[in-house]
């Protein structure tokens, strides 16, 4: 059985949120209500997972996260309402260590985060699974990636014109989509679509976090948007991200408001398989760390129209949930370690001559 320790200010937070954990099976252990407190309950009960609100006294979530991931590395998983009202908040708690996070439906009201009940015991199990091993990494230093495409190659002859990448990600993925983005070449022209399991609240604030850690322009999808040599896009939270056309080496993506695949939206799948439909340059697929199964339809579907599949391996992987569907149902071109995967692209690329 899971154990986990729960630490938020709120007094109606922490019953609600037992109950919720409770009724899933899930065996809370303690209750914290300050900072302070949840770092020295977290340290001595040693849980599985503890959830930790934002914004409390004492210690804020983020001082938590960073000492308990000091002294007692811990799965941790953030709730709490800051998370949508300042993004930069959550992004910043990921960095200190935490592998995800959930925001409170309505803030401390106990009766709308009921409506998350299975959502929530589902993101808890996995988080508590989730492998946090050098999780206080950088994450975000330079490969040798950059290095190995300058190296006596000329720019015309070591990538194929229009060049396509479909990157997908979920739980703990956030921190490596930013590093293997901010590896990639810029002189290798790519188009980057990038679908990242993640609410409306939070995908605006994170494509500005890539478009500044990245080479490349990377935006938040508008709605249509067209994408060209050294541009991509973020999938919108709350709208699927489809390929509708390529033309003069330029992609045209348009939202897609149909239902959820996989209970996700925007869904993996429905990126990388209108790209495999669309797309008549050279394309890759790169299913990294997640819950799920998300992905791997589509990895095939790239695969099956001529273009080269990377996945993430198990080592390196917060939750190789996502990977390891993909890797099992999918004849992947290459299996690899986060630190490695931008390489593994530059590398892909470089095996079609044009």
Do not use: C
Request: proline fraction near 4%.
């Amino acid at each position: 059985m899971v154990r986990a320790v729960i630490a938020d200010d709120s007094a109606v937070m922490r019953e609600t949120l037992g109950k919720i954990l409770e009724d899933g099976g899930i065996d809370v252990i303690g209750r914290a209500k300050n900072g302070t407190e949840a770092v020295e309950l977290i340290t001595d009960v040693e849980p599985d997972i503890a959830t930790v609100d934002i914004q409390m006294p004492g210690l804020t979530g983020h001082e938590v996260i960073e000492q308990v991931m000091d002294e007692r590395p811990t799965p941790m998983l953030v709730i709490s309402s800051q998370t949508t009202k300042n993004a930069e908040a959550t992004f910043e708690a990921l960095e200190a260590g935490a592998v995800d996070f959930i925001a409170k439906p309505s803030g401390d009201n106990s009766v709308p985060i009921w409506s998350k009940q299975d959502e929530i015991v589902e993101q808890v199990r996995a988080v508590a699974k989730a492998d946090i091993s050098g999780s206080t990494d950088s994450g975000n230093e330079r490969s040798t990636a950059d290095e190995l495409a300058t190296v006596d190659v000329d720019a015309t002859e070591a990538f194929p014109r229009e060049p396509t990448l479909v990157i997908g990600a979920s739980t703990g993925g956030p921190r490596v989509v930013e590093r293997v983005l901010s590896e990639l070449p810029e002189r290798a022209g790519l188009r980057i679509l990038i679908v990242q399991h993640m609410a409306d609240h939070y995908t605006e604030r994170f494509a500005e976090r890539l478009d500044k850690r990245t080479d490349y322009d990377i935006r938040e999808a508008a709605g249509r948007d067209t994408i060209g040599a050294g541009e991509g896009v973020l999938a919108k939270g709350g709208y699927h991200l489809a390929v509708s056309s390529f033309s003069n080496g330029k992609l045209t993506v348009t939202h897609d408001d149909g239902p959820k695949r996989h209970n996700v939206k925007p869904a993996i799948d429905v990126t990388m398989e209108t790209a495999a439909e669309t797309v008549t340059g050279n394309l890759a697929g790169v299913i990294m760390t997640g819950m799920g199964a998300d992905g791997a339809d589509g990895l095939a579907e790239i695969k099956a129209a001529g273009g080269k599949a990377i996945v993430q391996d198990e080592k390196t992987s917060r939750v190789y949930g996502m990977p390891k569907v993909a890797a099992e149902q999918v004849d992947v071109d290459m299996v690899l370690p986060e630190d490695r995967i931008a390489e593994g692209v530059v590398n892909a690329f470089r095996g079609w001559s044009s």
